[in-house]
């Protein structure tokens, strides 16, 4: 009897089982007001039972189609919104469409001189074209949809952005052809395989179905060991989501639960759908050509250093924002009516600027908006604000690089297109993803999306996005690491993973290339382990006319560095203090979903069934029998639909 083999199945088979117990257990909270402040769920009856929050949730056309009645004395109201990310800009269009509070009473305040936080993309006349990183996107990015549905976009007259970007990956849908590569540029012939031995299957179903209070403050590698991380599915998972051993268990046991209908379409990428120009280009100008026409104010060059509670009781009033413009410092007084919303932390603060000549640790630019310090002058005022410190207080777990390298050298195009089997410059889909680079000292991968990246990009360009997970180790060309790197260094090593011959590396990468590269100390940061209490929620017990936006608000069951994320903070916090009569959409529930379950399970273990594992006896002699019985049913056929279920089972 193989008991490794007994406890896997069992694991397996128990998916459906919890899947169900879960969805049961969500139903029968149904009708009680959720009182919890950490666990604010659906009661799905309707705007009448709202949370503690006065916030429901919602699923199904009728909510998502319906346009909210206008709050009371709304006209009489105003809002200052701290930051001007994407979290923030969604918080004001949510403003303006569902609270319908008047745009002139609306106030964006931005240490920056732009727009967008960490969705940017631009072109620096002293240094290139720059992208921090790029935005991978789903179906079910529920509220994000919901909003884009509004904006108008800025390329196809009458459309909005949701009209574009539906459109466009109808007609260029996305996938990769090589995810990853060994030796030089190889293909490393992955073949959508995870690879994952019983054990480390068993390992990640435990940590699927293991409570959230149980992982506060534990690490990826106490929940797993070298059998999930010697595997290809970790090699995908990581790179994609850029996961590091030492992150948070709970956030990876949210991800998992959050994209079980994905799992199929890791290994390619398939599952994923991007924009056709850098984010910045496409979704956050159209955001602001929005706000504008509505009268929002926007005060760029104006840096928030504290936002002052009067805190009495339980109750919470935000009686002043401090902030510093022009040198100056300076404050706006506030009353109850006058909402703040507030971007506490930001997974991109202090980047450090390097160029083609310059590593960023050579004392390039580096750009703060304070984001970090406003936290902490806030969290010392109430343990509701959060702990700040969990997430910002070791750099060395928290922090990667990445680089924007252009170029137009035939040589170079030539083997990426060799390794991507797609042209780059014929403005389609090209890598359909990361191409990692499973043998780089670095954990180096690079993508290529729609070319041009930039609207303003020469036609015979590409801009090449790569990154590094491991940024203080050797490289396997340039014996250096990637922070001590120039951005032709850095070109260099890309070029030498590329499969370039090696002679002819240093001069393209001098001549034939330029490259930009970014240092993020915090990039990482809402990945670190945490308990409940760490991140505030979205709207902290008390709070009268404060809320907060972006990653490090906490609201139930969804996952990080998303822009669904980000989305979802803005859409609860504008409906809880402004008092939309609208429900929140629901995350998507395919954790719930017994076919998604079974799904997920089967390819998980490549296509193998659970019904396969040897179960001790006399169990075992029961198995076959049982199995002819169940499959005359309904039930026999799902399993057949799903590949649990097979002819000679039976």
């Given amino acids: ?37 950490s666990d604010y769920r659906n009661t799905e009856r309707g705007s009448q039972e709202k949370n503690s929050k006065g916030i429901y ?40 469409r569902d609270a319908q509070m008047p745009g002139e009473n609306i106030h964006i305040l931005e240490a920056m001189e732009v727009a967008g936080g960490a969705c940017d993309g631009i072109q620096d006349p002293t240094r290139g074209y720059v992208m921090r990183g790029g935005r991978e996107m789903e179906d079910h990015f529920e509220c994000l949809w919901d909003l884009f549905r509004s904006i108008p976009s800025l390329e196809v007259p009458g459309a909005s952005v949701l009209d574009e970007y539906y459109w466009l990956n109808k007609h260029d849908p996305n996938y990769s052809l090589c995810r990853a590569t060994v030796n030089r540029g190889e293909d490393a012939h992955t073949d959508g395989k995870f690879r994952l031995s019983q054990k480390g299957s068993m390992e990640i179903m435990k940590l699927f179905f293991t409570k959230d209070e149980d992982l506060y403050d534990k690490s990826i590698e106490d929940v797993f060991d070298n059998e999930v991380f010697d595997s290809d599915f970790w090699l995908y998972w990581r790179t994609m989501f850029a996961f590091e051993n030492w992150h ?114 050579e004392g390039a630019e580096v750009r703060t908006s304070g984001c970090w310090s406003l936290w902490r002058q806030i969290a010392a005022q109430d343990p509701a604000f959060g702990h700040p410190e969990k997430f910002c207080s070791d750099i060395q777990k928290t922090n990667w690089e990445s680089a924007t390298v252009t170029t137009s050298d ?141 990653q490090f608000a906490e609201t139930p069951r969804d996952t990080i560095f998303t822009t669904e994320y980000s989305v979802r903070t803005a859409m609860e916090a504008v409906y809880g203090l402004c008092g939309v009569d609208r429900g929140v959409p629901e995350v998507w529930g395919s954790v719930y979903d017994i076919r998604e379950l079974l799904d997920s399970t089967v390819k998980l273990m490549d296509g193998r069934s659970p019904l396969e594992m040897k179960l001790p006896m006399p169990l075992e002699a029961l198995k076959k029998p049982i199995l002819r019985k169940i499959d005359k049913t309904v039930v026999g056929k799902l399993l057949r639909d799903h590949g649990v279920l097979k002819d000679w089972m039976v």
């Avoid at 009897?1 to 257990?25: E, Q």
């Avoid at 910045?280 to 104010?297: C, D, F, H, N, R």
């Avoid at 970014?518 to 709070?543: E, H, K, L, Q, S």
């Fill in 1 to 37: 009897m193989n008991k490794k083999a007994w406890k896997a199945g069992a694991v397996s088979a128990l998916a459906v089982g919890a899947g169900l117990a879960a969805a049961a257990s969500k139903r029968k909270k149904a009708g009680k007001v959720v009182k919890s402040a």
């Fill in 57 to 96: 949730y919602s699923k199904g056309n009728y909510e998502a189609f319906a346009r909210p009645e206008k709050p009371a004395g709304i006209e009489g109201k105003s809002a200052y919104i701290v930051g001007s990310g994407l979290a923030s800009l969604a918080a004001a269009c949510f403003l303006v």
């Fill in 248 to 361: 948070s268990a709970l956030e990876m046991k949210r991800y998992f639960q959050r994209f079980i209908h994905h799992i199929g379409g890791l290994p390619d990428f398939s599952a994923l759908k991007f924009t056709r120009y850098n984010q910045y280009e496409s979704l956050i100008l159209p955001m602001q050509k929005y706000l504008e026409t509505a009268g929002v104010q926007i005060q760029f060059g104006t840096e928030v250093t504290n936002v002052r509670f009067d805190i009495q009781g339980e109750k919470k009033v935000a009686k002043a924002i401090e902030y510093v413009k022009g040198g100056e410092k300076k404050e706006i007084a506030l009353t109850e009516d006058d909402f703040v919303f507030i971007t506490n932390g930001s997974c991109t603060e202090g980047t450090i600027y390097g160029d083609q000549n310059q590593a960023p640790v």
């Fill in 410 to 550: 035939e040589t170079i195009i030539s083997q990426i297109r060799k390794i991507c089997r797609r042209d780059p410059r014929s403005g389609r889909v090209v890598t359909g993803g990361i191409v990692s680079c499973r043998d780089s000292s670095w954990l180096l991968s690079w993508t290529i999306n729609r070319q041009g990246q930039f609207k303003a990009q020469d036609k015979d360009e590409i801009c090449v996005w790569v990154y590094s997970l491991f940024t203080d180790v050797p490289g396997d060309y340039v014996k250096k690491p990637m922070r001590a790197c120039t951005g032709k260094e850095i070109t260099e090593e890309w070029l030498y993973h590329l499969g370039i011959p090696e002679d002819q590396i240093e001069e393209l990468a001098e001549n034939h290339a330029n490259c930009t590269p970014t240092m993020m100390p915090y990039i990482t940061a809402f990945f670190m382990p945490r308990r409940a209490g760490d991140r505030p929620d979205v709207i902290p017990d008390g709070c009268v006319n404060a809320a907060f936006l972006g």
